[in-house]
């Protein structure tokens, strides 16, 4: 008979909550994920301490590049006034990241594997740039889904609909499959091979976890820019 693999949140919750152990992870990380923002605030709110870098891995160091990173990204793709949307950006990219690598960590699975968590971060994603576009176009943001061919609205309606219903479910598909893929991979060879073999998977299953995260961040950017957009 074949036994279940054990995990963190399996024996908490038990057998009877095997539907909630994804979200209970996910839970799990944004809380660690909201302490490691109220240690790093703590210490960049010291102004006089914050001039000098840290020597060596620190919390603030860590959120100095990371935060860094995105405001760069979010300059090149959206232009100017990108920097207004790194803090979405940024909790996207560290959430999805620390959920992709979680499992690498024996007695968990990460939350990135099951679709009922990427979709409803792709409904984010879906709402934010909406939001972000009536923000900055008003009623006029309805014009983006017309085009500029009078005969043609009705149709190009019906096209920009589906296409932008469509793009929560690619971004939670996409970042499901490849995580499940991930992570079932690096079961199998660990389960096989108990030495040496599995860290080469190791190694290449937090590749993925870091390029899924960037992928994730770099589409909801790209969403992002189409809809503040003024270039229609």
């Known amino acids: 008979m074949e036994h279940e693999a054990f995990t963190w949140a399996g024996a908490l919750l038990g057998p009877s909550y095997g539907a909630y152990y994804s979200v209970a992870t996910a839970a799990f990380i944004a809380l660690l994920l909201v302490l490691f923002a109220l240690v790093a605030n703590r210490r960049l709110a010291a102004t006089e301490a914050a001039i000098?870098?840290?020597?060596?891995?620190?919390?603030?160091?860590?959120?100095?590049?990371?935060?860094?990173?995105?405001?760069?990204?979010?300059?090149?793709?959206?232009?100017?006034?990108?920097?207004?949307?790194?803090?979405?950006?940024?909790?996207?990219?560290?959430?999805?990241l620390a959920c992709n690598l979680i499992g690498l960590v024996p007695g968990f699975v990460p939350p990135t594997s099951d679709f009922t968590v990427t979709f409803a971060l792709g409904i984010v994603?879906?709402?934010?740039?909406?939001v972000?576009?009536?923000?900055?176009?008003?009623?006029?943001y309805v014009k983006q889904f017309l085009g500029s061919v009078v005969f043609l609205m009705p149709l190009m309606l019906v096209v920009e609909l589906f296409s932008h219903a469509f793009r929560p479910v690619?971004?939670?598909?996409?970042?499901?499959?490849?995580?499940?893929?991930?992570h079932e991979v690096v079961t199998i060879f660990t389960n096989l091979t108990k030495f040496?073999?599995?860290?080469?998977?190791?190694?290449?299953?937090?590749f993925v976890g870091v390029v899924q995260a960037?992928?994730?961040?770099?589409?909801?950017?790209?969403?992002i820019a189409l809809a503040v957009s003024h270039d229609h």
């Open 132 to 140: 972000y576009g009536v923000h900055e176009h008003g009623v006029k």
């Open 196 to 206: 040496g073999v599995p860290v080469i998977f190791y190694v290449l299953g937090a």
């Open 125 to 130: 994603s879906f709402i934010a740039y909406h």
């Open 52 to 96: 000098e870098p840290e020597d060596g891995m620190t919390s603030r160091s860590m959120a100095e590049v990371l935060t860094e990173s995105i405001a760069a990204l979010a300059e090149s793709v959206i232009g100017h006034g990108g920097e207004r949307y790194v803090p979405l950006l940024a909790t996207f990219f560290i959430f999805i």
């Open 214 to 223: 960037f992928v994730f961040t770099m589409l909801s950017a790209i969403y």
């Open 170 to 182: 690619s971004l939670g598909i996409r970042l499901f499959a490849n995580l499940f893929a991930d």
